[in-house]
C-alpha cells in the first residue's frame, strides 16, 4: 500500500498490493462475531442527496455515510455519488474515504481513500455468505458482470471453495470490451451461466434486474450487492417470497436494498421473512438453508466491514 504518517495518522492514497483474502475473511468475521455478543455497533446508513440544479434536471447525486464501531476503533466512510447529470462529464464520480479514530485515545489513526476498499469488502461479504450457507461440495460458480467487482468477487470466492467449473457473463464480457475473469468460460447469457450452477455471484452495478432466477436450481446460492443508483436491484422483487432470504444485517437491510424496499412496498415480501444475517450466521444463530428452494444473500455494505478491513492498515495490526 502507498502510506505516509502525518501527525501519527497513517495515510493510505493508493493500494500498491492487495491485502490477503484470507486476512480480509478473518477480519469480517470477527467483526460479525463481535457485532453478534454486541462488542460492535453498527448503525444505519445515512444518505444525504444533493440539491437539484437550478434546471431540475437529473439526479444530482447523493453522499452516503457508513459508520461502525469495533473494540478498541470507530470508523466512518463518506462515499459520494456525483452523477453525469450533476458533473457534465460522461460518467459517474464514484469515490470513498474512510476514517479511523481510536476509542482509547480520541485521536485519528487512518485516513484511507477507500474507494478499492469498498470492492474489497463488497465481494469479501458476499464471499463470506457463501462460506455460511453454500455446502462444502459446491463445485460450479457462475459471475455475472465483469468489472473490478466481478473480478474481487470471484478471488474471493476462489478462497471460500474450490470451484472446478466456472463461468461469467456480462455484455462486456461478449464484446471483448472488459477483461477476461481468469479461469471463467464466457457464456452467451447469464441465464446460461447460472444453468445448474451451484453459487451465483450477481456483482453489476445495474439498477434493474440481471438474471431471470427461473434459470436457478433448487438449492444454489444466489448473492447480490448494491449500486448508487436509487431502488437498484439485481433481481426481480418479487422473486423474494420464492426464495430463503439472508442479508448482512438485518435491523437495516430491509430499509435500503432495492429489491426488498419494492417488495415490501408492494406487498410481495414482508421482513420478517429474512431467515437471518451475518452475525446470526456467523454465531449460529440463525437456521441454515434448507435446500429447498434457492438461498438468497443481499448485502448492502456496512460500517463495520469497512472498519474491520481498514484496521488491518495500521501499522501495528
Not at 110 to 123: I, M, P, V
Not at 256 to 273: C, K, N, R, T, Y
Request: a negative charge; proline letters at 7%.
Amino acid at each position: 500500500m502507498a502510506s505516509s504518517s502525518v501527525d501519527g495518522i497513517t495515510v493510505v492514497t493508493s493500494p500498491d498490493g492487495r491485502l490477503a483474502e484470507t486476512a480480509v475473511l478473518g477480519a469480517l468475521r470477527e467483526a460479525f462475531g463481535a457485532l453478534a455478543d454486541g462488542r460492535a455497533v453498527q448503525p444505519a446508513q445515512s444518505l444525504t442527496e444533493l440539491p437539484a440544479p437550478g434546471n431540475g434536471a437529473g439526479y444530482p447525486g447523493d453522499v452516503i455515510v457508513y459508520q461502525g464501531l469495533l473494540p478498541g476503533v470507530y470508523g466512518v466512510k463518506a462515499s459520494p455519488y456525483l452523477p453525469p447529470s450533476a458533473t457534465g462529464m460522461d460518467t459517474a464520480i464514484v469515490t470513498a474515504w474512510t476514517l479511523l479514530v481510536s476509542t482509547r485515545t480520541g485521536q485519528p489513526v487512518l485516513l484511507c481513500d477507500s474507494k478499492w476498499l469498498t470492492t474489497e469488502r463488497t465481494a469479501a461479504t458476499s464471499a463470506l455468505a457463501v462460506d455460511l450457507l453454500a455446502g462444502a461440495d459446491v463445485r460450479t460458480l457462475a459471475v455475472i458482470g465483469a468489472g473490478p467487482v466481478a473480478h474481487a468477487h470471484l478471488r474471493y470466492a476462489k478462497a471460500v471453495r474450490e470451484f472446478a467449473d466456472v463461468r461469467a457473463y456480462s455484455p462486456g464480457l461478449a464484446s471483448g470490451v472488459r477483461p477476461p475473469l481468469a479461469g471463467a468460460t464466457v457464456t452467451a447469457t447469464a441465464e446460461e451461466a447460472a444453468d445448474g450452477a451451484d453459487v451465483i455471484l450477481l456483482c453489476t452495478s445495474s439498477a434493474t434486474p440481471v438474471l431471470d432466477l427461473g434459470a436457478v436450481r433448487t438449492g444454489a446460492v444466489v448473492t447480490a450487492v448494491s449500486t448508487n443508483a436509487p431502488r437498484a436491484h439485481e433481481i426481480e422483487p418479487s422473486e423474494l417470497a420464492g426464495m430463503e432470504v439472508y442479508a448482512d444485517y438485518r435491523p437495516t437491510v430491509t430499509g435500503v436494498a432495492g429489491d426488498m424496499v419494492l417488495a415490501i412496498d408492494q406487498g410481495l415480501w414482508s421482513a420478517d421473512q429474512l431467515r437471518g444475517d451475518l452475525p446470526e450466521l456467523v454465531s449460529r444463530s440463525a437456521p441454515p438453508p434448507t435446500g429447498e428452494r434457492v438461498a438468497y444473500f443481499r448485502s448492502v455494505g456496512l460500517g463495520i466491514e469497512d472498519v474491520a478491513i481498514a484496521r488491518l492498515l495500521l501499522p501495528d495490526d
